[in-house]
């Protein structure tokens, strides 16, 4: 298996990286998970446009994104598998012990792991921790992934697949590592950037493919909406059969059907949409 680092690709067994790299001590650090299907890498335009802005919003350097696209294809190419995650990490780099920033460039990896398909419904729980909706790292795909990782052990102790959060005026915001649509009268709905969710490249595409509406949305819209689904890049769309102890039979109903089939044509018409 071979990673990029230092700008080439390094043996994953011997490629390391700074003990007191920033992204190790104190998460200063961003990312993207990119799908790569038959050696393609899907939507990287706007993956690398979302790491400019996270990295903008952290106070690091642009990343070079030449050099990550030339990473990316490397990688890709080195590695070849039927579906893959391809994982851009770019950290604020080798620092002093503390939270201020040392004088070293940041570290860029990009590795690629095999992936299976997901299945096309799952189980979720809500949680009752809250996403800062104005927080400094609000938006921003930072590595601090800390409260995502404790959120998604309860999931899975609950045998879900995802934990669902709330922001901090109640409002259905997101998943650990997804976003969150709920269909009401036929319609279809998303909580608004503002709740404080992540700007998902899935959740963009199934926005801009279906129609859905931005809508602020009361947690409890879980326990009546007629359909409900989540998106992400290794998601893709993604009905829900079980929130808590609600039973959603026959999930993906109709609504959710069409928008799986929608998102499939569209994004296999078009690898970088
Ligand atoms: N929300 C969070 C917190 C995420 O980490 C992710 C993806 O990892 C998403 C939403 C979905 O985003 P995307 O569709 O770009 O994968």
């Known amino acids: 298996m071979k990673i990029w680092l230092d700008g080439g690709l390094q043996d994953i067994e011997s490629a390391r990286v700074s ?39 952290l106070g690091l350097p642009d990343p070079d994104l030449d050099e990550v696209r ?3 294809a490397a990688v890709i190419e080195a590695n070849p598998m039927p579906l893959g995650r391809l994982r851009i990490t770019y950290t604020g780099g080798h620092g002093p012990l503390g939270s201020d920033r040392g004088e070293h460039g940041p570290t860029l990896v990009v590795a690629l792991g095999e992936t299976a398909r997901r299945p096309d419904s799952t189980a ?13 790292l609000t938006g921003l795909k930072t590595t601090s992934y ?14 879900g697949s995802e934990a669902l959060f709330a922001n ?17 009268d036929g319609e279809i709905h998303t909580p608004p950037l503002a709740s404080g969710c992540l700007a998902g490249i899935t959740r963009e595409l199934v926005v801009e493919w279906t ?14 909406a007629d359909e409900i689904f989540l998106t992400s890049t290794l998601r893709d769309v993604q009905a829900v059969h079980r929130v ?30």
């Not at 800390?146 to 045998?159: K, S, T, W």
């Not at 129609?211 to 009546?224: C, F, I, K, S, Y």
Request: some cysteine; proline content about 5%; glycine content about 10%.
């Open 146 to 159: 800390a409260e995502n990782v404790v959120a998604l052990a309860r999931a899975h102790q609950h045998g």
């Open 124 to 136: 979720v729980i809500t949680v009752p921790w809250t996403r800062n909706e104005r927080g400094a």
């Open 168 to 184: 901090t005026v109640g409002q259905l915001c997101e998943g650990t590592g997804s976003n969150v649509f709920v269909v009401l």
């Open 211 to 224: 129609g859905a509406q931005e809508t602020d949305l009361p947690l409890d819209v879980l326990q009546r």
């Open 19 to 57: 003990v007191f790299d920033h992204g190790l001590t104190v998460g200063d650090g961003i990312f993207e998970t990119v799908k790569v299907t038959d050696g393609r890498a899907f939507a990287l335009t706007r993956h690398l446009a979302r790491l400019t802005r996270s990295a903008q919003g």
């Open 244 to 273: 808590d102890e609600r039973e959603l039979p026959g999930a993906p109903g109709p609504v959710t059907a069409k928008a799986m089939r929608v998102f499939d044509e569209r994004s296999g018409q078009d690898q970088d949409p």
């Open 70 to 72: 030339r990473a990316c």
